[in-house]
């Protein structure tokens, strides 16, 4: 079955500091890769999204993901982190099914950012 | 161009009343998905809906929770006789298209979160 694995459920990291967070993926075919984030109290916003072609993709807010097909991996980077950057961030991969994504996620990596 | 709106933000309920969560989505957009986030989880699919049609309702429990996407106004998610059980927050996503490829992008809504006391 198809899953998302984000194997650390909190990270903490100080001010300035670079950070990774990791996701594994189950899936049959080349997937269709996103990160998300969840600020206390709200939504989710699209950090960045890999459909095809360069493996490393760039997102909004200083963040980057790199698709690995050999580790079946799309790890989110961000060389300094700032205070604000504390959320929780979910991997997604998007399922093409029946016509169309459905979007399964990870539980998520809470990230406190320490000053 | 407003995001996608759900209201109301919080709902709080008594065991065995109905719950009536709504959803509009972002201008241009006719591809409505609900998603449920239980305490400490990520999000969980549970239905998509284009206008005056379900799609994919796989995620969905079999009772007492339904889903409509009408002609006209806003997608409703309702929850009868609600039980603790039901207390999560609820996700509403939309897209300008629903089929596999670039345009795939789902927006999300700030959630409604139930409390069911």
């Known amino acids: 079955a198809q899953s998302v694995t984000q194997p650390d459920i909190h990270i903490t990291v100080s001010e300035g500091a670079s950070l990774e967070l990791r996701c594994n993926y189950s899936?049959?075919?080349?997937?269709?890769l996103f990160w998300y984030v969840q600020s206390p109290g709200q939504g989710l916003q699209l950090l960045l999204k890999y459909f095809s072609g360069d493996t490393l993709v760039q997102g909004i807010k200083g963040f980057e993901a790199e698709f690995k097909r050999s580790q079946s991996s799309f790890n989110l980077r961000k060389p300094s982190v700032h205070w604000s950057d504390a959320a929780e961030y979910f991997c997604a991969v998007g399922l093409f099914s029946g016509g169309y994504n459905k979007l399964i996620f990870g539980a998520g990596t809470r990230l406190a950012v320490h000053p | 161009n407003a995001g996608v709106m759900q209201n109301p933000r919080h709902l709080v309920r008594r065991r065995g009343q109905e719950a009536r969560l709504r959803c509009s989505p972002m201008k241009g957009h006719s591809h409505v998905y609900w998603y449920r986030q239980l305490p400490e989880e990520g999000l969980k699919f549970m239905v998509y809906l284009q206008k005056e049609n379900i799609i994919d309702e796989s995620g969905m429990p079999k009772e007492r929770f339904s889903a409509e996407f009408p002609k006209e106004g806003p997608s409703i998610l309702r929850i009868q006789q609600v039980v603790r059980g039901d207390s999560a927050a609820y996700f509403c996503?939309?897209?300008?298209?629903?089929?596999?490829?670039?345009?795939?992008?789902?927006?999300f809504g700030q959630g409604t979160r139930l409390t069911v006391v």
């Open positions: 899936y049959g075919a080349t997937p269709y």
């Open positions: 996503a939309s897209s300008q298209y629903g089929t596999g490829g670039l345009n795939t992008e789902a927006f």
